[in-house]
């Protein structure tokens, strides 16, 4: 077990800061009593003096581990109350090992510094404190246990890629540490209202020369303090001191000093209130609870950022793919043409046509590997992985993606044509707009959906909170108006003692020989200049804040009503993309045929061709865009359920009653008055 830096120099000295002088070590002869008493002053200083120097020699790591227990348990407590759910073993120490760990050791990748691989790896001072902060760590999340492989990519699918970046994003593990430092708050200001205990102990030998002789002494000084602040604004203190006095030369004589001075305040107006004096606590549980409501949003938040980053690499990937299909198809229309070209059957400028066209397939190729490679690098980093890291993405995501029930009705070869579905030419034109019939299950009535984001949305929550800290800040600084009122007690028993008294008899705590106050202090409000500009300004944060809220309102109602637009249109593309692709493919199919017999140019197979393309892409991008509004949708909602690990549970719209959440928001609404429409 490693030892403390601070309590291996307490035991290498050997001693205690404090000297105490031994006065039988003189060789002179003393009476049995003085030497009694000597030796008793000499036990009690040394005692007192290694109580201090030992509570003073605490291993740092213990501190630590005191400071995680309580904010466990504040936030444990706090959890539970702000979400009805448990902490879900919330913590901030770093785990044991990560990914990014494994890949930069195990793929042998470059590292500015030992630290680039986390705080386990780095080098730290010879005189740091605290060498369990390394060992006290628990096992994070790894994709799988086997070796890397240097030169093999490791395969992440997206429930992985989302426990990955829980694991190892920089910006996820700072939200974490807010929630911390919010619970480390509140236990400052809790402690503010709990007995403090002080001690302190003072050993000076001193030496006097005069022309009347040497004194030579030593006086050693425990005293204790302890303090209460009460919420009713009422403040306690006491201090208890002893004076050990003895003489080491002359006479040897020796006397105890004992005195007590306590105090209480009370206020009996400004700042005499519960409500007021207990506001910094009241602010600070109010402040662990909007922390841990901001994190549960921000999991959401960053949960769908990464799955939209995902499917959007994979996208990418897809794109490389339809390019790659599209350059050989060119490539063999050039080679088709120059093959009718030498036999006479086709002009040289369409040859050149095709040619262009082969150089520009290229070129879309070459731009698209360029992008997805810049897309898995960028997402990488939103993982917390190395760049230069060897890490692909599991296309059987896409594939799963594209298969899904309520995408592969559109996507499935319709047996129905265009044409027998176009009416006749001088039919009245009637456009159908989107319905609901082939809607998805997360395509709400915007009614609804509002109504469920209301009740839900935890920023939401945190805005009408704000509202009710500002009327508590408009209470308080109407208090600071008022006068000031204070009375304080003083009591005062006992006598200190020093070399000059230390022939004087022992002192004693005797009520009937203390020292009494009391003291009514009052400050007229005469003169409230700042307490006036700070209450006037209270209410204008209240204001604020009540603009604050519906701005915040408006937003999320704005954020529901755009994303379902915005599904209704994604899917209507889907529609339309998947309807394109079978008939460029059917164009691209006609158009070889015609080609071949000699019925159509080289420029038509060349537009066909890029129009497949064109139509794949955007029937990839639709579906992907579609996944990912389903995806913002439950997170605008509020519904998207994440845990600490990254995990979610997606919303189930028919685990809803709509009727009880109107009804809850109802009540929210202000009663009818006068004018009121």
């Given at each position: ?146 070796p890397i492989i240097q030169d093999t990519p490791i395969l992440l699918s997206l429930d992985e890629a989302l426990q990955v970046a829980a694991n190892n994003n920089r910006g996820y593990q700072s939200q974490k540490e807010s929630v911390y430092q919010a619970a480390l708050r509140l236990d400052l200001q809790r402690d503010a209202f709990r007995s403090t205990w002080s001690g302190v102990v003072d050993s000076v030998v001193s030496a006097s020369l005069s022309s009347s002789g040497e004194t030579n002494g ?460």
């Open positions: 077990m490693t030892m403390d830096l601070r309590t291996r120099q307490c035991q290498e000295s050997g001693s205690m800061p404090f000297g105490v002088s031994n006065p039988q070590g003189m060789g002179i002869y003393q009476p049995n009593r003085q030497r009694q008493r000597v030796g008793q002053i000499v036990t009690v200083a040394f005692t007192l003096t290694l109580t201090f120097a030992f509570s003073g020699c605490r291993a740092p790591s213990s501190y630590r581990a005191e400071a995680d227990q309580v904010a466990e348990d504040i936030l444990n407590t706090a959890w539970e109350q702000a979400t009805g759910k448990q902490s879900d073993g919330f913590t901030i120490t770093p785990p044991e090992q990560t990914l990014r760990e494994r890949l930069l050791l195990q793929q042998d990748l470059p590292m500015i510094s030992p630290a680039s691989a986390g705080s386990a790896h780095d080098s730290r001072i010879e005189q740091w404190p605290d060498d369990g902060y390394i060992e006290d760590r628990s096992s994070g999340y790894l994709p799988s246990s086997e030593v006086v050693t000084s425990p005293a204790v303090d302890v303090s209460k602040q009460f919420k009713n604004g009422m403040r306690f203190t006491s201090l208890l001191a002893v004076d050990l006095v003895n003489l080491l030369n002359g006479s040897r004589e020796s006397s105890t000093g004992l005195s007590l001075d306590t105090s209480l305040e009370i206020p009996l107006l400004r700042g005499s209130s519960e409500f007021v004096v207990t506001e910094p606590l009241t602010q600070a549980e109010r402040d662990v609870v909007y922390a841990i409501y901001g994190f549960e949003r921000f999991k959401r938040t960053f949960a769908v950022q990464i799955a939209s980053r995902y499917l959007s690499v994979l996208q990418q990937k897809d794109r490389v793919q339809n390019a790659v299909e599209n350059y050989e198809r060119v490539v063999a229309s050039t080679r088709r043409a120059r093959r009718l070209a030498d036999a006479g059957r086709l002009p040289g400028i369409q040859v050149d046509q095709s040619v262009q066209d082969e150089l520009r397939a290229r070129n879309s190729w070459i731009s698209a590997i360029q992008s997805y490679e810049q897309s898995l690098d960028d997402f990488k980093i939103t993982l917390g992985l190395p760049t230069d890291s060897a890490i692909e993405l599991d296309p059987q995501e896409f594939d799963k993606l594209l298969n899904l029930t309520r995408y592969e009705r559109y996507l499935e070869t319709n047996t129905d044509t265009l044409e027998t579905q176009v009416p006749p030419a001088d039919a009245p034109v009637k456009l159908d707009p989107p319905s609901r019939a082939d809607a998805g299950p997360l395509e709400l009535v915007e009614d609804d959906a509002v109504l469920i984001a209301l009740l839900n949305r935890l920023d939401l929550r945190v805005s009408v909170g704000e509202i009710v800290d500002a009327q508590r800040g408009v209470a308080i600084a109407a208090d600071n108006l008022r006068a000031d009122v204070t009375l304080l007690g003083r009591a005062s028993l006992g006598e200190s003692r020093s070399l000059s008294s230390a022939d004087e008899p022992d002192a004693q705590l005797r009520t009937d020989r203390g020292f009494y106050s009391l003291l009514l202090g009052i400050d007229l409000p005469f003169e409230r200049t700042s307490e006036r500009n700070s209450y006037r300004n209270a209410l204008i944060n209240y204001e604020q804040t009540i603009r604050a809220l519906q701005d915040a309102e408006d937003s999320v109602k704005f954020d529901v009503r755009s994303v379902l637009r915005d599904l209704i249109e994604f899917r209507e593309t889907i529609k339309i993309q998947a309807e394109a692709v079978r008939v460029a493919q059917r164009r691209v199919d006609s158009t070889n045929l015609f080609l071949q017999a000699g019925r159509a140019e080289i420029r038509d197979l060349l537009e066909a061709q890029n129009a497949l393309n064109s139509a794949q892409d955007s029937l990839t991008n639709a579906v992907v865009s579609y996944r990912i509004g389903e995806l913002e949708l439950q997170r605008d909602l509020g519904v998207l359920e994440v845990g600490n690990d990254g995990l979610w549970v997606e919303f189930d719209p028919s685990s809803i009653d709509i009727e009880e959440i109107r009804m809850m928001i109802g009540s929210n609404r202000p009663a009818v008055i006068d004018g009121d429409a």
